[in-house]
């Protein structure tokens, strides 16, 4: 199948693989899933319409070699819309992670993914940043992930002081 | 839902569930959310 032939199925394998192209290519320093499908790794399926890749630069400019990324990617075929690459018609959101977001990546935990081998954002790491946006869908996906997901208190309580962080 | 069967939904495979999203976006494309209509009007008679 052609990298842009929209799929039915999520293409998260082929989003995972291209992540670790970006570190390959020594583009970016690491990279991990984060935002809605991290916490649906955590929690029952939801509806979501992208996926978030927190990664760390190589590159500490301003740009944090987002330029770079988006050529490598396009180079493959993968299209640009709005603020998003698009691979299958499924929007990709590439974001330099810092602060909270820069540990949520080093710690993140490590997994397989139909073969690809991948990091997801550990489910204290995504409360932890929903409580610092606290948006009301944030609330509502630590709501959720306090009822659904096994939650390390202890590890969650050192994050929340480390980035003195106060839950909603 | 109950939060049992939430729970139970939450502990299937992640290769599982992400095929569940793809279902749950196909599915909010077929049947879009129409925005609710404002109330009728009432005029006094």
Redesign the interface.
């Known amino acids: 199948m052609a990298i842009n032939e929209p799929s039915p199925n999520l293409p998260l394998a082929d989003v995972l693989r291209a992540a670790n192209g970006l570190v390959a290519a020594g583009l970016i320093e690491d990279w991990a899933l984060g935002g809605a499908l991290a916490a649906i790794y955590y929690v029952e399926p939801f509806t979501t319409y992208d996926a978030d890749i927190f990664f760390i630069p190589k590159d500490r400019g301003l740009t944090a070699g987002i330029p770079q990324i988006y050529a490598h990617l396009q180079a493959q075929g993968w299209q640009v819309e709005h603020e998003h690459l698009v691979i299958r018609g499924f929007p990709v959101q590439f974001l330099a992670a810092t602060g909270l977001t820069e540990e949520a990546v080093r710690e993140a935990e490590r997994i397989e993914y139909e073969g690809v081998p991948a990091k997801v954002f550990r489910a204290e790491h995504i409360v932890a940043i929903a409580a610092s946006v606290g948006r009301a869908k944030d609330k509502a996906r630590i709501e959720q992930m306090l009822q659904q997901a096994d939650l390390d208190k202890m590890r969650l309580e050192k994050i929340l002081q480390r980035h003195n962080i106060k839950m909603p | 839902m109950k939060?049992e069967m939430?729970?139970k939904?939450?502990s299937?495979p992640?290769?599982e569930?992400?095929?569940?999203?793809?279902h749950?976006?196909?599915l909010?494309k077929t049947f879009p959310r129409r925005a609710s209509r404002p109330p009728a009007s009432r005029t006094a008679r």
């Open positions: 939060l939430r729970r939904l939450a299937e992640f290769v569930k992400i095929r569940k999203v793809a749950l976006i196909q909010a």
